[in-house]
């Protein structure tokens, strides 16, 4: 066992451009890597400190909150937040999401600020067919 290489996820910070992982042991070179993104997808004992989200239980679709770093590109600027909207509002665009990404939502919201966030639910069995669930295990 000794000679394995375990790297433990401490800690998030935000940093000027972007987040920044505590890893150990210290040396390890992901201490000094910025991220443009963190995805957690641990269920309620989030390992994602300093980020604050809601459990909601639902057997069809999964809650997904992502965040990227924010440049503040002219591209960027350009993108128009999405305030809130539901499939059953907008039929069309969810049909067109599903159409270009194969992944089937049932509502989505994107704001952007110091980072371009996101949340959305997506359906189960879209995130299986396109391989984001691997397998699903009922305990």
């Not at 987040?19 to 994602?48: C, E, M, Q, Y």
């Not at 993108?79 to 665009?93: K, L, M, R, T, Y």
């Not at 999401?97 to 049932?106: H, N, S, V, Y």
């Not at 110091?114 to 699903?136: D, R, W």
Request: proline letters at 1%.
């Amino acid at each position: 066992m000794e000679d394995r290489f375990y790297i433990y996820l401490l800690l998030i910070l935000f940093i000027a451009h972007g987040w920044r992982g505590t890893f150990d042991p210290s040396s390890h070179p992901l201490n000094k890597f910025d991220f443009d993104i963190i995805v957690g997808a641990d269920g309620r004992r989030s390992a994602l400190k300093g980020f604050k989200g809601k459990e909601f239980r639902g057997k069809l679709a999964i809650g997904i909150t992502v965040n990227f770093v924010n440049r503040n590109s002219k591209e960027e600027a350009r993108v128009e937040e999405i305030s809130g909207v539901a499939f059953i509002f907008n039929q069309q665009f969810f049909q067109d999401l599903k159409d270009t990404t194969g992944i089937d939502l049932e509502n989505i919201v994107y704001y952007k600020d110091e980072t371009h966030y996101f949340v959305m639910c997506a359906k189960k069995n879209s995130l299986l067919q396109k391989g984001v669930i691997k397998k699903v295990t009922v305990i």
